[in-house]
Each structure stands twice: as C-alpha cells, then as structure tokens.
C-alpha cells in the first residue's frame, strides 16, 4: 500500500554538525519527492526537491540523497544551526494520473548549542 | 516572497455547524490544494482544485466537505455539518506549473 515513513521521530543534534534525516518510501512508482520544514505554528515550508531520474541535488546547506534501489530518501543539513531546528517531513508523488503528496510522519530535529 | 495567506488562524465551532476556512494562494498560481494535518498525525491529502473544478479528492473529502473558488482570488474549503474528528490543522497550498506547492499556515479547527 502507499506508506512513506520516517526512521527517526526525534533527532538531536549539536550546533554546527551535521544531520541526516531519513525517510523510506515504499511506492517504487513515485517520481517526485520534497522534504519540507515545518516550524510550531506555522505550515509546510519547502526545503528541496528531487526527481526520480536523480540520485542527488543540492541546495544551500542542504543535500538531498535518494536511494532507488532500497527505497529511501535523505535530507542532510550542513552545519546545523538553531533556526533548523522544526519537524521535517518527506513526501513522495506518484506522478501519473495524480498530483497529491504523501506525506511521512515526520522527525524532529532538535539543535543544541 | 509571495505566500499563501490563510483565515482565521483559529476557529472553534460547535458540532454539527457548518465553517468556512479561507485562503488566498499566490496570485499567478494555477492548482490549488486543501491538506490537513490531526494533532500527531501525517499531513493528508484532502483535494485538489484546477481550472474551477476538483481534480482529484480522497475519501475524507466526503459530501459534507466543498470547495470554491468565487471571485479568482480566494479558494475556500466549507464542511458542512462539522464532527468532532474534523478538529484538524488546515492547509491550504498552491503551485503553478511545477510540483513545488507552496503551504499556508494553517487554520487550526476545534469542533466541539
């Protein structure tokens, strides 16, 4: 069935290292996939993005790795900082014949000084 | 940067009452996405809206769940004889051609 899940549901994490959160996707299918930022009160934030025909991109900070082959996406922060601090998820869209995200339950980081 | 705006950020209601959520997506954006999220739960896909009509709905998007696009600039999702299990957050997102949607903050919904 569709399910995407993550890993980890609590992450710690000293200023200036580095995170990695992890997601596995079970839709062999899916060809898109996001993580997104969400901070307490407020909705959804894009982080980045990466497609199917990819095994990585990077952004500012952040690095997105998917594996094609066991399934699984990550997100690696660069020198993490407080602000990164939130709940991250992961989402997958099949991309045919629909354009709905699957949402994963989420990890959050948490980033000590 | 444009963002997707949404109203009230809070809403109590009573059981059985119908509520109106309201949003107002980036203005160039053409597909417009209603999401909700229980407390300690995954985010969930509720419906999908392009070109004034759904594109594409779940099964929690039931008969007593609308949406509506009245004037080109707001889109508003209306249940109409709320539950106790509609106490949600409610997202509300858009995008333009690609996938990258874009999430408002929210309406926090309490039926009591």
């Known amino acids: 069935g569709e399910s995407v899940g993550l890993h980890l549901p609590t992450l710690s994490v000293q200023e200036g290292d580095n995170s990695i959160i992890n997601c596995a996707y079970s839709?062999?299918?899916?060809?898109?996939f996001i993580w997104y930022k969400q901070e307490s009160g407020k909705g959804p934030q894009f982080i980045i993005d990466?497609?199917?025909?990819?095994d990585k991109r990077q952004g500012q900070r952040v690095t997105v790795l998917l594996n094609k082959t066991v399934k699984h996406l990550s997100l690696q922060i660069a020198a993490t900082q407080p602000g990164d601090s939130a709940v991250y998820f992961c989402?997958?869209?099949?991309?045919?014949?629909?354009?709905?995200?699957?949402f994963g339950t989420g990890t959050r980081l948490q980033v000590f000084p | 940067e444009p963002e997707v705006t949404q109203t009230p950020s809070h809403q109590v209601t009573q059981m059985g009452q119908e509520v109106i959520l309201r949003c107002v997506p980036i203005?160039?954006?053409?597909?417009f996405y209603w999401y909700r999220q229980i407390l300690g739960q995954k985010v969930e896909f509720l419906v999908s809206?392009?070109?004034?009509?759904?594109?594409?709905k779940s099964e929690i998007f039931d008969d007593q769940f609308s949406v509506e696009r009245p004037d080109g600039s707001n889109f508003t999702l209306k249940i109409r004889s709320t539950k106790l299990e509609d106490s949600a957050m409610y997202f509300c997102?858009?995008?333009?051609?690609?996938?990258?949607?874009?999430f408002g903050s929210g309406t926090q919904l309490s039926v009591l």
């Open positions: 997102a858009s995008r333009l051609f690609d996938e990258k949607l874009f």
């Open positions: 839709n062999s299918a899916s060809d898109y």
């Open positions: 990466i497609r199917s025909n990819m």
């Open positions: 989402a997958e869209n099949l991309g045919y014949n629909t354009d709905k995200l699957i």
């Open positions: 203005s160039n954006h053409l597909y």
């Open positions: 809206f392009y070109n004034n009509e759904i594109s594409e």
